[in-house]
């Protein structure tokens, strides 16, 4: 059975990123075909439908419409919490995220890092 996603390119290359780089290598294509593999990868992607820190501004992934014009949105670590980015960070622009926290960008954090475990795990 064929599936397809639909979601933004800047969220499929920054999850395929992180999982290319604990890796060491690229995706096997023909690895994505196992059922367990699709599911995980589909788990991670569903978040786009039920991000817990989805920001409640107008947002098209990491984008933001002002007038006739498009914004590309980012989140302010060291100005609002005095940190550098999370190694997450296209992921949570990707997904619209809005942080309050601290503790909310570690909650997210442990959120997506625990959906490539499972990912990598499956597909090994």
């Known amino acids: ?5 639909i979601t933004d390119i ?21 690895r994505l075909r196992d059922a367990e593999v699709q599911i995980a990868l589909r788990d991670f992607f569903r978040l786009k439908e039920c ?8 947002r098209l992934g990491k984008y933001y419409f002002s ?5 590309i949105a980012r989140i302010e670590y060291e100005k609002n919490w005095g940190m ?3 190694r997450f960070d296209s992921i949570f622009v990707s997904l619209s995220s809005e942080f309050n926290t ?3 960008i570690l909650e ?5 890092g625990e959906n490539i475990k499972r990912f990598i795990e499956v597909y090994k």
């Open 102 to 104: 601290h503790d909310d």
């Open 67 to 71: 007038h006739a014009e498009y914004q």
């Open 10 to 30: 800047d969220l499929v290359k920054a999850f395929f990123a992180q999982v290319q780089d604990i890796l060491g290598g690229s995706i096997c294509l023909e």
């Open 51 to 58: 991000w817990k820190f989805l920001s409640k501004k107008s």
């Open 1 to 5: 059975m064929l599936r397809v996603i």
């Open 108 to 112: 997210a954090e442990s959120i997506i």
């Open 84 to 86: 550098r980015p999370s």
